[in-house]
């Protein structure tokens, strides 16, 4: 008994490692939709607790360096305008959800400025005024939240970085050298000079400590999921909808052909039905993607473009349903129909009475199987509409964030998360069922 | 009990009833749908498909607006640009199943190696032949980056079987591939590389220096390698151009011939799989299952790597460098990606057409473009106008595209990347087969299978 219980020990340790490794494809996608814009090709897991930032490229030799900066998750454009002389209106640009600027050799003197985010000037709360004021040469203040807010005088580089408080904070130059980021300046940066800096292109960073929450998240974030719900530019309930009413409605008309196609081929005769029978057989062997061509040609002759109907009935033809129904209902005693019969049942009633109750896990089966199929289809929803089309389904928004040489793997994945839902749904409900399904006909007793 | 869904329904019968109510509703309101929406149609209306993503529809937006704009004003009459987004995965079947049903857009943005197979496909319409093409094509040739417009360009056998040239399309976007380098890595290998008579603060010029480079960037303990490359045809074009393959050539009867068997080919192939298999330094990143170029770049594992201007934002959390691909015996040089707008059979206004694509590709649009999203230019003239200063690394692609060379011109290049070079580089790399065989059979089934198209 023992023996058997530390086999069955092993046997459980060996399934759940191979259940954890099932299941790495979609920890890999929750773990890519959370990440910040960017970052999910980075291997980082976990935060590293000394973190290096980007490289900032700066100019010696250029003075005077101004750095706007607005936070915004929902604008979607955001300009800035300045009292430079005479008064100028600047995109900026997009970084991580933050929207920045930097203007270089900005003369010395005070100067007035206002964020305009989607066309509307940016009141402050504080001040009740969309006007904020910004002075030259002297160390950027609070208006500005970079982390990095260095800038160059001359030839000297004054290092300012936003830490969180935890120390070393370090910057690396490009030359090697190493600098301690130790007094704070009366904005709460870290600060540090480089002085006697050789004219031209001079890049550095930073290094870090940070908490681990704080390394959580710089690398997470719950932004992906809000973008692709309220996206105004890509309607992901449209999308999610039509692909469950596509899904839905392939599922059940298949199940209800396929049954009723079913019952025939198993119960009844008629002339030429083992060479119709051998006939449908024989599609199974050609490959789907060959109906393909004529199929798009009675859907485009018919006016079934942009329909669901162009979507649905074109897989309502399912001969792999047709097969596994016959054979499950071939295994449903005569004698039932009989005595239905004897009772005074109709065709119908035949079918609806004996043929469906006894069908409905491998319905149920099928249901499922064309539903996942349907749900995930791309080719096929693809080419029935017309990118303006007001049907396109889940596959073929979310292939959007592909381009050819760009793909927004967040956003993507941030998707696919609520792609799955309706299927896992689905096998939980009807898990018993499916199983039973699949295995009919397995064990004669 | 035992089937509680089927008694559910057979229950609540109301339910039933309402999801069957509710479906026909749905699917009588999509058929309502699709009237109110052919009914409404513009008559002076041009459908653009474009792949773009957000950042480059937006700014297409306005470009389009402002063409709109300039359209009425100079023509006295409004036209419509109807912009459709579509996703770029699929999209040549997508167009050719749109071709079979004459449901083509008037514009599509497609890649620059379809051109030659929808011109022969009869699908868009040789540009030059309108009556508003009021320049010959090699005049307006020079207002393009050479191998962007290039890719245009169709040679097509008249019915007397001579050579025409026609322009098939107008360059919408260009790029190409330079050397990207890992400057974090080669400052870790400063002393190595520098007692090896190399300089790390600098890429490798040349192929040789390249090798050299690598072999000491290649710490294995480390899973680090000098280099990590994708292996298929696109991807090995700066290989097979710096030795100065040709491809493609015409033989003293006029007909197209693939030239990949011969010397040049058959050198860039060898040095490619050397890096791999005599060498070591490249990581084996093109084999199924592996960390990719790019990724593997991104996390410190390759030094080295081939990739383009899209890649410069996402790189911009590492410490690199971007230099023109090594120079080999033919010199510098690289492919050359990007997308070509064309103009589709069924379009109904093909001059307002021709009319935007030139305007989009206009040197001032270009400008705009360029500044807006960091891209290269496809206007030549635009070259010298954008301040890249703030972009010291767009230039270095600007500089590479001016050796780039265009893609062959061989028609149905996705089934021939696919099906018959890509297999063929695979085998070679991977020691199945010697470099020279795996070239002669792709040669021989280039020339039976698709140069005989043009051939005809």
């Not at chain 1, 051998?278 to 061509?293: A, D, E, K, N, Q």
Request: hydrophobic share 45%; with cysteine; net charge neutral.
């Amino acid at each position: 008994m023992e023996r058997y219980s530390l086999k069955n020990f092993f046997i459980y340790v060996a399934l759940s490692v191979g259940c954890l490794i099932a299941l790495l494809p979609l920890l890999w996608m929750i773990l890519v939709a959370c990440k910040q814009q960017g970052q999910a090709l980075k291997l980082e897991i976990l935060p590293e607790p000394i973190a290096i930032t980007a490289p900032y490229q700066t100019i010696a030799g250029k003075s005077n360096q101004v750095t706007l900066q607005y936070y915004s998750a929902s604008a979607q454009t955001v300009q800035v305008r300045i009292s430079f002389n005479p008064t100028q209106l600047f995109e900026m640009n997009n970084d991580h959800g933050s929207f920045w600027i930097n203007f270089y050799d900005v003369a010395a003197g005070e100067y007035d400025y206002e964020f305009i985010a989607d066309g509307n000037a940016v009141i402050n709360p504080d001040t009740n005024s969309s006007k904020a004021k910004i002075l030259v040469k002297e160390a950027l203040s609070s208006n500005t939240k970079l982390k990095n807010a260095s800038y160059i005088q001359g030839n000297t580089l004054v290092l300012r970085f936003l830490g969180s408080g935890q120390l070393p904070i370090k910057a690396l130059l490009a030359d090697g050298q190493e600098i301690n980021l130790t007094e704070k300046d009366s904005a709460g940066y870290f600060t540090a000079q480089v002085t006697d800096l050789k004219t031209g292109e001079f890049s550095y960073r930073f290094s870090y400590a940070r908490s681990f929450w704080d390394g959580i998240s710089e690398i997470y974030t719950y932004q992906n999921f809000v973008e692709i719900l309220f996206n105004r530019d890509f309607p992901f309930l449209k999308f999610f909808a039509n692909s469950l009413i596509v899904a839905t409605l392939a599922g059940l008309l298949t199940v209800i052909l396929c049954t009723m196609g079913g019952y025939v081929f198993a119960k009844k005769n008629f002339v030429g039905k083992k060479v119709l029978w051998s006939i449908f057989l024989g599609t199974m062997l050609v490959p789907g993607l060959i109906f393909m061509l004529p199929q798009f040609a009675i859907v485009t002759k018919i006016g079934w473009i942009n329909s669901y109907w162009g979507m649905v009935v074109p897989h309502v033809a399912n001969i792999f349903g047709l097969y596994l129904l016959r054979q499950y209902i071939e295994t449903i005693p005569d004698s039932l129909f009989e005595a239905a019969k004897i009772d005074g049942a109709s065709e119908w009633q035949l079918f609806t009475k004996v043929v469906v109750p006894l069908s409905i896990p491998i319905m149920l089966t099928l249901f499922l199987l064309v539903f996942v199929g349907q749900w995930s289809n791309f080719l096929w929803q693809y080419i029935t509409n017309t990118p303006d089309s007001a049907y396109r389904t889940l596959p073929v928004g979310l292939s959007l964030f592909k381009g050819q040489y760009d793909i927004r793997w967040e956003q993507m994945m941030a998707g696919a998360c609520f792609s799955i839902i309706p299927i896992t749904i689905l096998f939980v409900i009807a898990q018993r069922f499916f199983v039973q399904g699949m295995t009919s006909g397995a064990v004669k007793e | 009990m035992k089937y509680n869904i089927l008694s559910f329904f057979y229950k609540k019968k109301f339910y039933s009833l309402a999801l069957v109510i509710v479906l026909l509703v749905i699917i009588f309101n999509n058929t309502a749908c699709r009237s109110v929406l052919s009914s409404g149609e513009q008559p002076n209306e041009l459908t653009i498909w474009i792949t773009y993503n957000p950042q480059e529809y937006d700014v297409f937006k306005q470009i389009a607006q402002d063409f709109q704009t300039e359209y009425s004003k100079k023509h006295g009459k409004s036209l419509h640009l109807n912009l459709q987004r579509i996703p770029y995965d699929g999209l040549m079947p997508r167009l050719k199943y749109a071709c079979l049903a004459n449901a083509t857009p008037d514009i599509c943005r497609i890649d620059n190696a379809w051109p030659l197979t929808l011109a022969y496909g009869k699908s868009i319409i040789p540009l030059d032949t309108l009556p508003s093409f009021n320049t010959t094509i090699d005049e307006l040739a020079q207002e393009y980056v050479p191998a962007a417009i290039a890719s245009n360009i169709v040679e097509t056998k008249a019915d007397n079987g001579t050579w025409e040239k026609h322009l098939y399309g107008i360059p919408d976007q260009t790029n190409c591939v330079a050397l990207f380098w890992n400057k974090e890595l080669f400052r870790q290998s400063a002393t190595e590389l520098r007692s090896a008579g190399l300089d790390p603060d600098r890429a490798p010029r040349d192929w040789e220096e390249f090798v050299k480079y690598a072999q000491i960037l290649t710490i294995k303990d480390k899973k680090q390698y000098g280099f990590g490359m994708f292996n298929s045809l696109w991807w090995s074009m700066p290989f097979f151009n710096t030795f100065g393959t040709e491809f493609v050539k015409k033989d003293a009867n006029g007909k197209y011939i693939c030239t990949l068997d011969e010397q040049p080919a058959q050198q860039a192939l060898q040095f490619m799989t050397d890096l791999y298999l005599k060498y070591g330094v490249e990581a084996g990143a093109w084999r199924t299952g592996s960390i990719n170029p790019e990724q593997g770049f991104l996390n410190g594992k390759y030094a080295m790597i081939l990739s383009g201007p899209w890649n410069l934002k996402r790189f911009s959390n590492i410490d690199f460098g971007v230099s023109l691909v090594p120079a080999g015996p033919a010199g510098t040089s690289s492919n050359v990606g990007g997308q070509n707008l064309v103009v589709f059979r069924t379009c109904k206004n093909p001059a307002a057409a021709l009319e935007f694509l030139r305007y989009f590709s206009s040197e001032s649009v270009q400008i705009r473009w360029s500044e807006s999203l960091g891209q290269i230019p496809v206007n030549i003239k635009a070259f010298d106008k954008i301040d890249l200063s703030e972009r010291p690394q767009l230039a270095v692609f600007m500089e590479q595209l001016k050796t780039a060379k265009a893609t062959p011109k061989i028609p149905r290049m996705d089934v021939l990347e696919e099906k018959v070079v890509g297999p063929a580089l695979q085998l070679a790399m991977q020691g199945d087969k010697s470099v020279e065989q795996a070239l002669k059979d792709s040669t021989k089934e280039i020339n039976k299978d698709f140069l005989s198209l043009l051939n005809k």
